[in-house]
C-alpha cells in the first residue's frame, strides 16, 4: 500500500522493464492531485495490468465493441465489488513501446502516462468533449507532474 492509501497490484502478463513500484509510485502521485484525491473512496485499491496487443484488442472488442488494438482500456468496479476497490486498468507494453519511440521519451515516461489516464477513467472522468479532454490531460499533466515525471516527448501532451 502507498504512502497516501491507494492500493495498487500490478500484474506483469509481458515482460516489461518498468517497475512495479515506479508505476505504484506515479498512481499514488496522481492520488495526492486535489480533484482526484476528492473522488477517492476511502481506503482505494486497483490492479494495473501491462499486457499484449492481443489481449487490449481482444477487451477493446469485447467490451466496447471495437475491433482494434489500443494502448489503455480501464475497467470500472461498479458499486456491487469490494469497498474501496475502483477497478482494472490494462495497459498495452507494445503500445507503450511505440508511442515512446513515436514521441521520442522514455518507456517509462509513457506507461505512466497511460497508467494515470486510466486511474482518471476508473474514477469517472472522460475525454468524450473537447471541454472533457482539456480537463482530464490537465489532470494527466497534475499527476504526472505530481510524479516527478517530466520527460515526456513534445506534443504528447
Known amino acids: 500500500m502507498s504512502r497516501l492509501g491507494l492500493d495498487v497490484a500490478v500484474v506483469r502478463a509481458v515482460r516489461a522493464p518498468v517497475g512495479a513500484r515506479y508505476l505504484r509510485s506515479v498512481l499514488a502521485a496522481t492520488a495526492g ?6 473522488r477517492l473512496p476511502a481506503a482505494p485499491s486497483l490492479s494495473l495490468r ?21 494502448d489503455v482500456l480501464s475497467f470500472p468496479a461498479g458499486g456491487d465489488g469490494e469497498p474501496g476497490y475502483l477497478g482494472d486498468i490494462a495497459v498495452s507494453w507494445p503500445a507503450v513501446a511505440r508511442q515512446a519511440a513515436e514521441h521520442g521519451h522514455p518507456e517509462a515516461a509513457e506507461a505512466a ?45
Open 33 to 38: 492531485v486535489p480533484e482526484v484525491a476528492a
Open 50 to 70: 501491462l499486457t499484449g496487443d492481443r489481449q487490449l484488442r481482444r477487451l477493446n472488442r469485447e467490451f466496447l465493441g471495437e475491433d482494434s488494438v489500443t
Open 113 to 157: 502516462l497511460l497508467s494515470v489516464h486510466g486511474l482518471l477513467h476508473l474514477l469517472g472522468w472522460d475525454h468524450a468533449t473537447p471541454a472533457q479532454e482539456r480537463e482530464m490531460w490537465r489532470l494527466t499533466r497534475a499527476g504526472l507532474a505530481a510524479a516527478g515525471v517530466s520527460d515526456l516527448g513534445p506534443g504528447r501532451l
